[in-house]
């Protein structure tokens, strides 16, 4: 089932969602409609809040290659660059946001197993990003005032 996307302006993507202890057969549903509802928006990541839900969970990658991400976090991270991200809650706004190009990574998969991995290029920046949601943190508020303005001129002039 294709999940409602909330607004840009909802406050739960400006909330900090708490760690959680969950019982893996009531996220199935929840992983399942979060992954058809990135891919239907072509996305390569979604994050709970997204979808109006205030649980510590994000789903990141490709058709062929779904990580499902509980409780994630950032253990180490290397290898500064900048990207043009865009996001779903933010439709048709592009913005160049400076991330690790290389990071290491904990969470848990929907049965509750750790894993512990290297992510590089973009599903790292993926991680990050999705990440950043779970933390209350737009990618518009990692840039300047100056560059946020002229993504937003940029996303007027092309919904006209």
Not at 114 to 143: R, W, Y
């Amino acid at each position: 089932m294709i999940l409602k996307l909330v607004p840009e302006t909802d406050p739960i993507l400006h909330k900090t969602i708490p760690s959680w202890s969950f019982d893996g057969t009531t996220l199935h549903q929840t992983i399942s409609d979060m992954t058809e509802t990135m891919l239907h928006y072509n996305g390569i990541g979604l994050a709970a809040p997204q979808v109006g839900l205030s649980i510590r969970l994000f789903v990141i990658g490709t058709p062929e290659n779904i990580m499902t991400c509980i409780n994630p976090e950032i253990i180490e991270e290397y290898n500064l660059v900048k990207n043009t991200e865009g996001c779903l809650s933010f439709p048709n706004l592009y913005l160049p946001i400076v991330r690790h190009n290389v990071i290491r990574v904990r969470y848990q998969d929907e049965y509750g197993t750790f894993f512990e991995k290297e992510l590089s290029g973009i599903m790292a920046v993926a991680f990050q990003h999705e990440l950043d949601h779970l933390n209350g943190i737009t990618f518009n508020g990692k840039v300047s005032n100056l560059v946020l303005t002229l993504g937003l001129k940029k996303r007027k002039k092309k919904l006209r």
